[in-house]
């Protein structure tokens, strides 16, 4: 998977609309929020959060992005950086207002992305807000990948060859999300909305996501 953090700005699109979105709610806060996002990817998603008042910190498996990452955001004292696993446990205490993966939980099997969902409630605030996307079985590239469990394939080609992804119908990715109440869940094409780093025009033009917003639920007195 390409590691580039620095596409053009011909080539990457601006800010995901889940994280603007999140940007949004955030800023209406009178506190200062605290956001646990699950992978940097290009950095775009990270300005506006900052830009809302929120400290953002980050989680990246992969080594070189962790890298480029906390050296790119060092002079930022909003934003922290660690390189671990989606799955938890992560280095960073609880108490975040809002948790944002706009592609981490879009790779890896289906036990890993379970582990990944129940890490970020444990780490939210009672009412925070998820804001996420996930693999859809309408993608095409579900039915085309190489099988390696059920509801997972890896592509056969491409910069993500032999990448584990993981992809749900709604009843599926309605029961993952058990520890939340969901606000929204809509199957949409991502053919706008998914990072360049990773993915060019044409190999995002038939690619479906699912965009979750979501809040953990309120813990029962």
Avoid: C
Wanted: net charge neutral.
């Amino acid at each position: 998977m390409n590691s580039d953090l620095t596409p053009t700005d011909s080539d990457e699109p601006p800010a995901h609309p889940l994280a603007l979105e999140l940007a949004r709610v955030l800023a209406r806060s009178d506190a200062s929020p605290r956001v646990l996002m699950l992978g940097v990817g290009s950095g775009r998603n990270v300005a506006p959060l900052v830009a809302a008042g929120a400290s953002v910190d980050i989680v990246e498996g992969d080594p070189e992005r962790a890298r480029a990452a906390a050296i790119r955001f060092a002079a930022g004292p909003r934003v922290r950086v660690t390189r671990g696993s989606y799955a938890g446990p992560y280095a960073f205490a609880g108490g975040f207002a809002g948790a944002l993966s706009t592609h981490a939980l879009l790779h890896g099997r289906i036990a890993s992305i379970e582990q990944a969902v129940g890490a970020i409630a444990s780490r939210l605030l009672p009412g925070g807000a998820l804001y996420a996307t996930f693999g859809s079985t309408s993608d095409p590239r579900y039915a085309a990948g190489a099988p390696i469990e059920p509801f997972v394939t890896a592509p056969r080609a491409g910069s993500e060859r032999d990448v584990p992804h993981a992809y749900f119908d709604e009843v599926r990715l309605r029961a993952l999300l058990r520890p939340f109440a969901i606000e929204t869940i809509v199957e949409a094409s991502a053919s706008e909305t998914a990072g360049r780093w990773a993915h060019d025009a044409n190999g995002s033009r038939t690619m479906m996501h699912w965009f979750v917003r979501a809040n953990k639920v309120q813990a029962t007195p």
